[in-house]
């Protein structure tokens, strides 16, 4: 466990600490699972120590349960903020998130990492690199945004799907989950049988809708990093599915704009997820940040 101020993150490793340290940070209510066994295994192999963490509010690390509140209040909030109006929130932004990424950095006795973050990881990786430079070795965004609000946004359909009230029936519960994936998950690639064993492995280890409620609140109470990303000076890459429902690839076009000599990768079969078939982007990615860093040092 790593501590950040009231707030205790649970964190895993892979590979040799004394290799280039990766830190991986998921997206909203997604456990340190969502970062696949064998992609972290994979990464290692390359010669990387790889961190995964579990997010406030979620999985093994510390629920902010104080925080509660009714699904019509988070409903309310969520709305206000939506259209550009103040609501309160239960931790002020995305930037209480990066200081936690820091402080499991900081419990490894690491000194700099690639950041890499996906979705809401990916906004919580892009503030640590604005914030927390030298700490940062590079940056990978991964289907993400910069927080400005004409950007990167949702279908109009996904986000009626996702404003439904939640379900109270455990197999409910369940095949709701499974629809949402399905909704997000790239058309071509999605495989049901195997987003049902790994949302099973997921619920084993937690599951806290109020946690991921109070983590959305967060990113809709965000503001716009676009400004702070044009002083970033590290190799960067966006990453985006063009299919993607959730997060519009103009978000990750505008962070690839923005950062000085950053690249823009885009995958036409993707929609908001990771397939298989793709990690090989991702782990080339982060390796050959490795080697611009490397010739820079």
Not at 69 to 84: D, H, I, N
């Amino acid at each position: 466990m790593a501590r950040s101020g009231d707030v205790e993150l649970y964190y895993e490793a892979f590979g040799q600490a004394s290799d280039p340290a990766v830190l991986l940070i998921m997206g909203l209510g997604t456990q340190l699972i969502g970062w696949h066994d064998d992609f972290c295994s994979q990464l290692a192999a390359r010669g990387f120590y790889v961190i995964r963490f579990d997010n406030r509010d979620v999985g093994w690390s510390t629920k902010l349960d104080h925080l509660d509140q009714s699904f019509p209040v988070f409903l309310s909030r969520a709305v206000r903020l939506l259209v550009g109006l103040k609501a309160p929130t239960p931790y002020p932004s995305i930037a209480d998130m990066a200081g936690d990424a820091i402080a499991v950095l900081d419990e490894l006795d690491v000194d700099r990492a690639h950041i890499v973050g996906a979705s809401m990881g990916g906004m919580i990786a892009q503030q640590v690199a604005i914030a927390h430079p030298d700490r940062s070795l590079s940056l990978t965004s991964i289907m993400s945004t910069t927080g400005d609000r004409r950007i990167g946004g949702s279908t109009l359909a996904m986000k009626f799907f996702l404003a439904r009230p939640p379900v109270s029936d455990p197999h409910q519960q369940f095949d709701a989950l499974v629809e949402t994936w399905r909704r997000i998950g790239s058309p071509a690639h999605f495989d049901e049988a195997d987003t049902r064993r790994r949302l099973e492995r997921s619920l084993e280890r937690d599951y806290t809708p109020n946690g991921r409620a109070r983590q959305l609140l967060a990113v809709l109470s965000q503001p716009s990093r676009t400004r702070a990303l044009a002083s970033v000076r590290m190799p960067t890459t966006a990453v985006h599915g063009l299919l993607d429902p959730l997060v519009n690839p103009s978000g990750s076009r505008r962070l690839a704009a923005t950062v000085p000599g950053a690249r823009l990768i885009e995958l036409p079969d993707v929609a908001h997820d990771m397939p298989r078939v793709h990690w090989p982007v991702l782990l080339d990615v982060i390796s050959s940040h490795q080697h611009q860093v490397s010739v820079l040092s």
